[in-house]
C-alpha cells in the first residue's frame, strides 16, 4: 500500500512538472541596454524599426500576406481596450509612458478565420536614442487566446508603448490544438496509470 502511495505522489510530482514545463514559453527580446519586451504563448521574436507592416512580418516569417486583425494605439485614452479580434488589459503602466505590464486576449474566433497569429508592439524612439528597435513582433502559438506582455525601458528618451496589433494569416478551423498544458496532464496521467497497474501485477 505505501508503494502504491509513493507511485501515485510521483506520478502527481511528474505530472506537475511536465505541465508547468509546457506551460514555459515567455519570449524575450529587444537591446539589453535600451528596451527589452517579453511575451508568452509565443514560439519566436524579432525586432525592427518603425511601425511594422506586413513587409516586415514576411521578412521575419515567410509565406503567404499578413492581414491586420486588431489595432489598438495609445490615444484610445483607456486602460482596457478592444479591436476587432484583439483586447488589453494594463495591470501596471500606461500607454505613452515607460515600463508597462498587461494582458492580452484574442477572440476564439480569430483561429476559425487564421492558422497564424502574429502580435507586434511600437515604441517610440524620441529625439535621442535611436541605436535599439522600437518595433517587436512576435509569433504566437497555434490556438492560443490568452497571454502576458512585459515592457522593460531600460534607457534612453523616448520609448513610450505607441500601439499593438494583431495579425492573421491562413486558413483557419482546419486543424485543433490542444492546450500543451492538457497535452502534459494526459500524459502524466496515463504514466501514473501504467505504473500502478505494472506494480500491481507484482504484487
Request: hydrophobic share 35%.
Amino acid at each position: 500500500m505505501k508503494a502504491t502511495n509513493k507511485i501515485t505522489a510521483f506520478g502527481l510530482i511528474l505530472t506537475l512538472g511536465f505541465a508547468a514545463q509546457a506551460g514555459a514559453d515567455e519570449i524575450t527580446c529587444g537591446d539589453d541596454d535600451y528596451i527589452l519586451a517579453t511575451l508568452s504563448e509565443a514560439e519566436a521574436c524579432n525586432t525592427g524599426n518603425g511601425n511594422p507592416n506586413d513587409d516586415d512580418l514576411q521578412d521575419y516569417w515567410t509565406g503567404d500576406e499578413w492581414s491586420d486583425a486588431g489595432h489598438i494605439a495609445g490615444n484610445s485614452g483607456s486602460a482596457d481596450d478592444a479591436d476587432d479580434f484583439l483586447s488589453v488589459s494594463f495591470n501596471s503602466g500606461m500607454w505613452g509612458g515607460g515600463d508597462f505590464d498587461l494582458d492580452w486576449g484574442i477572440g476564439a474566433e480569430f483561429w476559425n478565420t487564421f492558422s497564424e497569429a502574429v502580435i507586434t508592439i511600437h515604441v517610440g524612439h524620441g529625439n535621442a536614442n535611436t541605436s535599439g528597435p522600437d518595433h517587436f513582433a512576435w509569433l504566437i502559438t497555434p490556438g492560443e487566446t490568452m497571454g502576458n506582455l512585459v515592457y522593460d525601458y531600460i534607457s534612453g528618451t523616448g520609448g513610450g508603448f505607441s500601439n499593438i496589433r494583431l495579425w492573421g494569416r491562413g486558413e483557419g478551423g482546419t486543424t485543433s490544438v490542444p492546450e500543451p498544458g492538457t497535452l502534459a496532464l494526459l500524459g502524466g496521467g496515463l504514466l501514473l496509470l501504467g505504473m500502478r497497474r505494472r506494480k500491481a501485477l507484482k504484487i
